[in-house]
């Protein structure tokens, strides 16, 4: 909670992890059932591999002099992908507080005021990452409201919706964030054309959100795509570019369907995949929060650190 009252006036510049499943399973070895890495907060080892994957990244901030960002291993810790696990929703609402606390101990034990590090909460779609949503905005608000409750009542200063694909989710994760006193974060994976799965442009898709929430959102971000797909839906002369904030982009740039059936990591290119934030940061300057996601591991942020110096 230390800065939930400025999420919105971030300044200077922030990292965040990279792929945070895809590198415990195919770097590590890890066995993650479902991508659902909170499964690991059941286990000593498993909170033990969860420190080690976030010291690299505590170190990494250290060495640039960037803020961090630390994300909670919730993204699947919603109602069905729980169920499927096993878990009810009494056992969803432990898990998410207990990922909050892990993060506040590490804060506590290497950070410090100037070190800005940030605890945000994650929530992940309903259903895949790659599949339009068919929640209604009351249905998804109703849907994610659990989560977020459990969230909200820890010191966690943000949430945020990641891999979302449709307007109305994402404004249903705003506004239950909203009604719990808690900032909210979306971001949106698009297609190779810089779209989201339906065809809405980013443009259309932020001020959507932004008319129907009264700007709720602290900030917008785009993740699991790569940079080639994400350009094409920019528009840096546009109003709505100055709400666009982050990124955490894919090491491959094959499409969502071709990733999804891979048996293997794409690692791509880090200093390529570096080059073209480069790129999108000097087109955008508003964008501030450089991360990765699936394929890119510590090695890959180093090399944007050192690209968006």
Same mark, same amino acid.
């Given at each position: 909670?230390?800065?939930?009252?400025?999420?919105?006036?971030?300044?200077?510049?922030?990292?965040?992890?990279?792929?945070?499943?895809?590198?415990?399973?195919?770097?590590?070895?890890?066995?993650?059932?479902?991508?659902?890495?909170?499964?690991?907060?059941?286990?000593?080892?498993?909170?033990?591999?969860?420190?080690?994957?976030?010291?690299?990244?505590?170190?990494?901030?250290?060495?640039?002099?960037?803020?961090?960002?630390?994300?909670?291993?919730?993204?699947?810790?919603?109602?069905?992908?729980?169920?499927?696990?096993?878990?009810?929703?009494?056992?969803?609402?432990?898990?998410?507080?207990?990922?909050?606390?892990?993060?506040?101990?590490?804060?506590?034990?290497?950070?410090?005021?100037?070190?800005?590090?940030?605890?945000?909460?994650?929530?992940?779609?309903?259903?895949?990452?790659?599949?339009? @949503?068919?929640?209604?905005? /009351?249905?998804?608000?109703?849907? %994610?409201?659990?989560?977020? &409750?459990?969230?909200? =009542? !820890?010191?966690?200063?943000?949430?945020?919706?990641?891999?979302?694909?449709?307007?109305?989710?994402?404004?249903?994760?705003?506004?239950?964030?909203?009604?719990?006193?808690?900032?909210?974060?979306?971001?949106?994976?698009?297609?190779?054309?810089?779209?989201?799965?339906?065809?809405?442009?980013?443009?259309?898709?932020?001020?959507?959100?932004?008319?129907?929430?009264?700007?709720?959102?602290?900030?917008?971000?785009?993740?699991?795509?790569?940079?080639?797909?994400?350009?094409?839906?920019?528009?840096?002369?546009?109003?709505?570019?100055?709400?666009?904030?982050?990124?955490?982009?894919?090491?491959?740039?094959?499409?969502?369907? @071709?990733?999804?059936?891979? /048996?293997?990591?794409?690692?791509? %290119?880090?200093?390529?995949? &570096?080059?073209?934030? =480069? !790129?999108?940061?000097?087109?955008?300057?508003?964008?501030?929060?450089?991360?990765?996601?699936?394929?890119?591991?510590?090695?890959?942020?180093?090399?944007?650190?050192?690209?968006?110096?």
């Amino acid at each position: 909670m230390m800065y939930r009252q400025n999420i919105a006036n971030l300044h200077g510049d922030f990292i965040t992890d990279g792929g945070m499943n895809t590198t415990l399973m195919f770097r590590h070895g890890i066995e993650i059932p479902l991508f659902a890495t909170f499964v690991l907060m059941d286990t000593s080892e498993g909170r033990q591999q969860l420190r080690a994957y976030y010291l690299e990244y505590i170190e990494l901030a250290q060495k640039y002099g960037k803020g961090l960002i630390l994300e909670t291993p919730t993204w699947r810790a919603n109602r069905d992908w729980g169920l499927r696990l096993g878990y009810d929703l009494t056992q969803l609402d432990r898990v998410n507080r207990e990922s909050v606390q892990m993060l506040i101990g590490l804060r506590d034990e290497f950070g410090d005021e100037a070190s800005r590090i940030l605890i945000n909460g994650t929530i992940g779609p309903q259903g895949d990452g790659y599949k339009l @949503s068919d929640l209604s905005v /009351e249905e998804a608000e109703e849907y %994610h409201s659990h989560q977020i &409750a459990s969230l909200s =009542k !820890t010191d966690v200063d943000m949430v945020t919706g990641y891999t979302l694909t449709t307007v109305a989710e994402a404004t249903g994760i705003a506004l239950a964030a909203a009604n719990h006193g808690v900032p909210s974060v979306i971001s949106f994976t698009v297609e190779t054309n810089g779209r989201l799965l339906d065809g809405t442009s980013l443009g259309e898709a932020i001020n959507q959100i932004d008319a129907a929430t009264g700007r709720s959102p602290a900030y917008y971000m785009i993740n699991c795509s790569h940079p080639s797909h994400i350009m094409p839906g920019l528009d840096p002369s546009a109003e709505w570019s100055s709400r666009l904030r982050g990124v955490r982009a894919n090491a491959s740039s094959q499409s969502h369907d @071709s990733l999804d059936g891979a /048996e293997q990591i794409d690692a791509g %290119h880090a200093l390529d995949l &570096a080059e073209q934030y =480069k !790129t999108m940061t000097r087109s955008l300057p508003a964008i501030n929060i450089y991360g990765g996601c699936c394929g890119t591991d510590c090695s890959h942020v180093a090399a944007i650190c050192e690209a968006c110096h």
